[in-house]
């Protein structure tokens, strides 16, 4: 279960889109090879006494990006892991420090969904951890490439979460295919996924990274309760300007 479902299963069921900003796993997709995706952290988020889990990235040896929505009262980032359920030697758990979501975070709207987490320490850079490259603000990708997300989410609909890292590949979409989203915005969002297919992030996955020729182009945000594509992802280019700010912050 996850963070969205608490914040906007009333709005979304309404709209149609219920799971929301938080996803659990990948549909159609396959298991990464084990420690392939360095970068992918397991975040578990403790909120109201509740837990919950997010996906998210590393994009600093201290700092981890993941969505807004994904925001508690404590979290705990595990790195390094493909199975989330076994105590592997690779992994590196730490606290965060500081939570930094966008200031604009619309919960709401579901919009500027994205947050950066400052660790407690230094991670070490190893074979199984280690940074993923962010773009420039002057470099936005465009509609018609094939990326990748991964994630922990679950598998299906009524499947539960993974225990393992999946992956699947995602084609960006033109943003006219997002329209029915009421409050999609092509300049801070990506329309991610052909409808055609059924191949999405889901529940579980929010967070994660949508991953564009080794650059995380987006981050997972929000889709339909019923998983079918496209769904939508918050697009980092755009939030250039405020995650360099953090970064020099911090």
């Given at each position: 279960?996850?963070?969205?479902?608490?914040?906007?299963?009333?709005?979304?069921?309404?709209?149609?889109?219920?799971?929301?900003?938080?996803?659990?796993?990948?549909?159609?997709?396959?298991e990464s090879i084990p420690h392939s995706r360095p970068y992918m952290?397991?975040?578990?988020?403790?909120?109201?006494?509740?837990?919950?889990?997010?996906?998210?990235?590393?994009?600093?040896?201290?700092?981890?990006?993941?969505?807004?929505?994904?925001?508690?009262?404590?979290?705990?980032?595990?790195?390094?892991?493909?199975?989330?359920?076994?105590?592997?030697?690779?992994?590196?758990?730490?606290?965060?420090?500081?939570?930094?979501?966008?200031?604009?975070?619309?919960?709401?709207?579901?919009?500027?969904?994205?947050?950066?987490?400052?660790?407690?320490?230094?991670?070490?850079?190893?074979?199984?951890?280690?940074?993923?490259?962010?773009?420039s603000e002057l470099n936005p990708i465009g509609h018609g490439r094939v990326c990748?997300?991964?994630?922990?989410?679950?598998?299906?609909?009524?499947?539960?979460?993974?225990?393992?890292?999946?992956?699947?590949?995602?084609?960006?979409?033109?943003?006219?295919?997002?329209?029915?989203?009421?409050?999609?915005?092509?300049?801070?969002?990506?329309?991610?996924?052909?409808?055609?297919?059924?191949?999405?992030?889901?529940?579980?996955?929010?967070?994660?990274?949508?991953?564009?020729?080794?650059?995380?182009?987006?981050?997972?945000?929000?889709?339909?309760?019923?998983?079918?594509?496209?769904?939508?992802?918050?697009?980092?280019?755009?939030?250039?300007?405020?995650?360099?700010?953090?970064?020099?912050?911090?």
């Amino acid at each position: 279960m996850d963070l969205m479902f608490c914040i906007h299963c009333i709005c979304l069921y309404i709209w149609g889109m219920w799971w929301g900003s938080v996803s659990d796993d990948i549909i159609g997709g396959h298991e990464s090879i084990p420690h392939s995706r360095p970068y992918m952290a397991f975040l578990e988020i403790e909120k109201y006494g509740e837990k919950y889990h997010c996906g998210g990235f590393l994009i600093r040896r201290d700092i981890v990006m993941t969505a807004a929505h994904c925001a508690g009262d404590s979290i705990k980032v595990t790195l390094g892991a493909h199975n989330i359920r076994k105590e592997e030697s690779t992994q590196q758990t730490l606290d965060v420090k500081h939570q930094i979501p966008h200031p604009e975070y619309n919960s709401w709207r579901i919009l500027n969904d994205i947050m950066l987490l400052k660790l407690e320490e230094k991670v070490n850079l190893t074979l199984a951890v280690g940074p993923l490259p962010i773009p420039s603000e002057l470099n936005p990708i465009g509609h018609g490439r094939v990326c990748r997300a991964a994630g922990w989410g679950r598998t299906g609909v009524r499947a539960p979460g993974s225990d393992t890292l999946q992956e699947v590949k995602l084609r960006l979409m033109d943003p006219a295919n997002c329209k029915h989203y009421f409050h999609f915005d092509q300049k801070r969002q990506l329309c991610v996924g052909n409808p055609k297919k059924i191949q999405s992030a889901f529940k579980g996955d929010s967070g994660g990274p949508l991953i564009c020729s080794g650059v995380a182009q987006g981050i997972v945000s929000y889709g339909r309760h019923d998983a079918e594509p496209p769904a939508v992802f918050t697009r980092i280019s755009y939030y250039r300007d405020w995650i360099n700010q953090v970064l020099k912050s911090n």
